[in-house]
């Protein structure tokens, strides 16, 4: 089976801090991506990756970036944490198109305080 | 610009019941549907999906419903059970598509 890992599950972070959250896959997918999931606003794409070193932006991209030197590590990287980045922040990862389906991680609940 | 809607955030079903989760889209361009299962502090998983060739598809309990004129598609779960209670998204892309566009996400809830 597909695994997706993301080192954290919970983070509490102070305003202004720099945060990564790390996202490790183990089954050569091309594929990566990083959402976040808000009630009511479903699950909200925020960067993703096609291969190593290269990224695109997704719906909501600021304040956040993103860095991908292996094939299979994803890192978010939040540059300076606000109280509006406190949310659930979702890896996953697909090999080809994505009718294949995702695989996501456990999730990691990032509190900005 | 919502192009996948999940317009009821919240479901309530009594067990044994059928469960219907609906989900709407705006761009012709979608190809396939998916739909996703979520628990509390976990990823979400895949559950069923369906390609635009189709009109329904069955797995088990779970039968996806495709309306591709009305752009609409729905889920249907027979017979509902506790262990059903999560959130569900619907997840739609083009053909080649490398990303999945998802919707807000039903809360379902199977009452006892």
């Known amino acids: 089976d597909v695994k997706v890992t993301q080192s954290s599950r919970y983070l509490v972070k102070r305003t202004g801090e720099k945060v990564f959250l790390e996202c490790v896959q183990d089954?050569?997918?091309?594929?990566m991506f990083w959402y976040r999931q808000d009630p009511g606003l479903g699950l909200r794409l925020i960067y993703f990756?096609?291969?190593?070193?290269?990224?695109e932006k997704g719906d909501i991209p600021e304040g956040y970036s993103v860095s991908r030197e292996k094939k299979e590590r994803f890192s978010l990287i939040l540059e300076s944490a606000s109280t509006n980045q406190t949310s659930m922040y979702l890896c996953a990862s697909s090999e080809g198109v994505a009718w294949y389906g995702y695989t996501f991680g456990s999730g990691t609940r990032l509190t900005v305080v | 610009d919502q192009q996948v809607k999940q317009n009821s955030p919240s479901l309530s079903v009594q067990e044994g019941r059928i469960s219907i989760l609906n989900c709407d889209y705006t761009?012709?361009?979608?190809?396939?549907f998916l739909w996703y299962k979520k628990y509390p502090a976990e990823g979400p998983t895949f559950l069923i999906s369906?390609?635009?060739?189709?009109d329904k598809n069955e797995d088990g309990r779970f039968t996806v419903f495709l309306n591709k004129s009305a752009k609409h598609l729905s889920l249907h779960i027979v017979p509902s059970q506790p262990g059903d209670s999560a959130v569900y998204f619907c997840a739609a892309s083009a053909q080649g598509a490398q990303k999945l566009v998802f919707g807000q996400g039903t809360r379902l809830t199977i009452n006892p």
């Open positions: 990756s096609y291969d190593v070193k290269m990224k």
């Open positions: 369906i390609s635009s060739i189709k």
């Open positions: 761009n012709s361009m979608f190809d396939y």
């Open positions: 089954m050569d997918h091309e594929n």
